[in-house]
T-cell receptor, first 114, second 116 residues
Framework: AQSVAQPEDQVNVAEGNPLTVKCTYS??????LFWYVQYPNRGLQFLLK??????LVKGSYGFEAEFNKSQTSFHLKKPSALVSDSALYFC????????????FGKGTRLSVIA | SAVISQKPSRDICQRGTSLTIQCQVD?????MFWYRQQPGQSLTLIAT?????????ESGFVIDKFPISRPNLTFSTLTVSNMSPEDSSIYLC?????????????FGPGTRLTVL
């Protein structure tokens, strides 16, 4: 079975500082890893994904994530946080193509303080 | 990518009634997924809907409570039946887009349901 762990319920960071939101995963086959962001009263917006290739993937709004197979991690990062980045972030995994559903972590609330 | 719309965007319903949520996609997709997000919680998969066949439900979800229709490749409905306050959640539909260099799952804006 697949699973995702987001160990932090809340991450606080000052505007302009780098941010990291942690994610570890467990999957039987090759992992397909995703990050989504949810703003208040909005649906989920796709940020980035890792399927194969370079371990460092770049996504929307300046976010990037690093796939680390040995540590089974896929941490989300941004070099310089903005107040507008404050939102709920979900890491997700699936074992297979787009026709298999995602399994989500519990989410991490990011608060960027001016 | 895919553009997904849901109706209604929100509703307040009375206990014991039913609500049907519609999901429309701007392209043909094989699989559609329905998720529930309870207040302050993560997303939980309710069922997978394949056009032309019965939906596949996850553990803890049953067809009598959450009947799903999938009449064509761009549309699906989820009904929340005999509602109770515990059904108050955001319900999201989702599709997987495969091919053309992409392999990503996209989500609709969600339907926020409050049951009194």
């Amino acid at each position: 079975a697949q699973s995702v762990a987001q160990p932090e319920d809340q991450v606080n960071v000052a505007e302009g500082n780098p941010l990291t939101v942690k994610c570890t995963y467990s999957v039987s086959g090759n992992p397909y890893l995703f990050w989504y962001v949810q703003y208040p009263n909005r649906g989920l917006q796709f940020l980035l994904k890792y399927i194969t290739g370079d371990n460092l993937v770049k996504g929307s709004y300046g976010f990037e994530a690093e796939f680390n197979k040995s540590q089974t991690s896929f941490h989300l990062k941004k070099p310089s946080a903005l107040v507008s980045d404050s939102a709920l972030y979900f890491c997700a995994v699936r074992d297979g193509s787009g026709n298999t559903p995602l399994v989500f972590g519990k989410g991490t609330r990011l608060s960027v303080i001016a | 990518s895919a553009v997904i719309s849901q109706k209604p965007s929100r509703d307040i319903c009375q206990r014991g009634t039913s609500l049907t949520i519609q999901c429309q996609v701007d392209s043909q997709v094989t699989m559609m997924f329905w998720y529930r997000q309870q207040p302050g919680q993560s997303l939980t998969l309710i069922a997978t809907a394949n056009q032309g066949s019965e939906a596949t439900y996850e553990s803890g979800f049953v067809i009598d409570k959450f009947p799903i229709s999938r009449p064509n490749l761009t549309f699906s409905t989820l009904t929340v039946s005999n509602m109770s306050p515990e059904d108050s959640s955001i319900y999201l539909c989702s599709v997987g887009i495969v091919g053309g260099g992409t392999d990503t799952q996209y989500f609709g804006p969600g339907t926020r349901l409050t049951v009194l």
